[in-house]
């Protein structure tokens, strides 16, 4: 059974074969969301590991093994009780795992930890420390990953910063700074980078699911006004973001893009507008700014780099101080793509 976008990329098979080093540890990673995939894929050579694929994104993710699923149903008036349920029931009582890697702040890794601290096995968690200290933004992720620290005992941090967090916190646990694994995969990119007139937009968190309409209109008469530059828009399946899209007359709406195919593309723009987390530390890595829709950001450590837009009304005034000087010249704060030698150093 299988979950990757591109044919060509190694299956987790594929990785599964590659040498690893020898270990009394048994890791479960566990992921069910494209980019929490993006994220564990570079860690998987390195580690004696099995996996746990918790579901979310069956249709985005082709051709991937794994060796436990969790299947989610929904059985109750809400999503988010069904994914941690899920989870928790279909957890596996495997005695050959002792620890258990979660990444990020999604609904199925908090549910994933609490089911490996109810089992007394390590948890280890990935993109550690990042935070908004808001509850409400982003929303529901801001809570859930205060939550997965407080039962972390190595908690494996992108920056200094959240390294700082953590410790203000009095988190428990070893803490390490290993850089964002994301980077990993689109070092190949680092040479390839260019300023075409094209903008990428990406559209799609919950917090701006009410908004959505008027951020559409709003980038679409951004693209009516700049008819030079090419905007794109690869659309979030999501139905409360696709039921939007007529609104889009000036704006390119394609299908979602490969991870590849969204990075050839991001590495060859002029800017990105995004409430993604992920998009905002690629971007940097390539060099882009980012304007970011949304009212706070738990990665502020680019912040002279992202540009943050709380409101539609304000898009036309911060796409123009953007895309009059687009290029980033600092170092990226987010590490230099080497993130999995670093973990592999930690946790063999």
């Known amino acids: 059974m299988g979950i990757l976008q591109n044919q060509t990329e190694p299956t987790y098979k594929d990785l599964q074969t590659q040498q690893k080093p020898a270990s009394g540890d048994m890791i479960l990673i566990c992921f069910g969301t494209r980019p929490e995939w993006l994220k564990i ?23 991937l093994d794994f060796d436990y699923v969790s299947w989610w149903n929904t059985m109750g008036g809400n999503r988010l009780d069904d994914v941690i349920g899920s989870c928790m029931r279909s957890f596996p009582d495997d005695p050959e795992i002792t620890s258990v890697l979660v990444q990020g702040d999604t609904a199925s890794a908090f549910g994933c930890a609490l089911a490996a601290f109810n089992r007394g096995l390590k948890v280890i968690h990935l993109e550690a420390g990042l935070r908004s200290n808001d509850l409400k933004n982003p929303y529901p992720e801001e809570g859930y990953r205060q939550m997965i620290s407080r039962i972390t005992d190595i908690h494996l941090c992108p920056t200094e910063l959240s390294k700082t967090n953590l410790l203000k916190e009095n988190c428990l646990g070893d803490i390490f700074v290993v850089g964002n694994t994301v980077l990993d995969n689109i070092v190949e990119f680092k040479d390839k980078i260019s300023y075409e007139n ?96 949304r009212s706070v950001t738990e990665r502020p450590e680019a912040v002279n780099h992202l540009k943050l837009c709380p409101s539609p009304k304000d898009l036309e005034e911060v ?22 030698h670093i973990i592999k150093r930690i946790l063999k």
């Open 41 to 63: 894929k570079p860690i998987l050579p390195h580690l004696d590991c099995k996996t746990f694929f918790t579901g979310q994104h069956e249709d985005l993710l082709k051709h």
């Open 319 to 340: 796409f123009d101080s953007v895309v009059n000087d687009p290029i980033i010249k600092d170092p990226c704060p987010y590490g230099q793509g080497d993130s999995s």
């Open 198 to 293: 094209k903008v990428l937009i990406t559209l799609h968190r919950r917090e701006n699911h009410e908004m959505i309409a008027e951020w559409f209109k709003a980038v679409d008469a951004l693209a009516q006004k700049n008819p030079d530059i090419q905007f794109v828009l690869p659309i979030h399946p999501n139905p409360n973001v696709q039921k939007h899209r007529g609104l889009l007359k000036f704006v390119e709406v394609v299908d979602p893009m490969s991870h590849s195919d969204l990075i050839q593309f991001l590495s060859t723009c002029l800017c990105t507008i995004t409430d993604s987390g992920g998009i905002q530390e690629e971007a940097t890595f390539l060099s882009k700014k980012s304007i970011v829709c």
